[in-house]
């Protein structure tokens, strides 16, 4: 289930027409992080429905150029290892809140 939400996303992502200027990277991982959440996803018990509202939310919200770098990166990432990735471009980035994200099955 992770490696296919984060493939859903990460085309999403790389298919945004223009990354927003301005957009701080430490705030789009936040919301990446949180997104499950704030994308109303982690109350859904369909995988689609799940797949779907997170694709949806990060397209709309998630603009810093270095976010979606990562998250078109992780597409060519093992599934075992994208949580860490996704943590330490957080971490990096100097956000160092929880990430629900990187913990999705």
Known sequence: MKLKVIAVIATVVALTP????????KG?????CNAPELSGAAR??????KSAKLSQWVGDNIH???VV???????NVAPDQKGAILKQ???EAGYTGPCPMAEMR
Not at 18 to 25: T, Y
Not at 44 to 49: D, F, G, M, Q
């Open 89 to 91: 471009a957080a971490v």
């Open 28 to 32: 789009d991982f936040e919301k990446l």
């Open 44 to 49: 859904e018990v369909s995988a689609a429905k």
């Open 64 to 66: 810093s150029g270095d």
């Open 69 to 75: 770098k990562t998250v078109a990166a992780l597409a």
């Open 18 to 25: 223009l990354v927003a200027l301005g957009c701080s990277a």
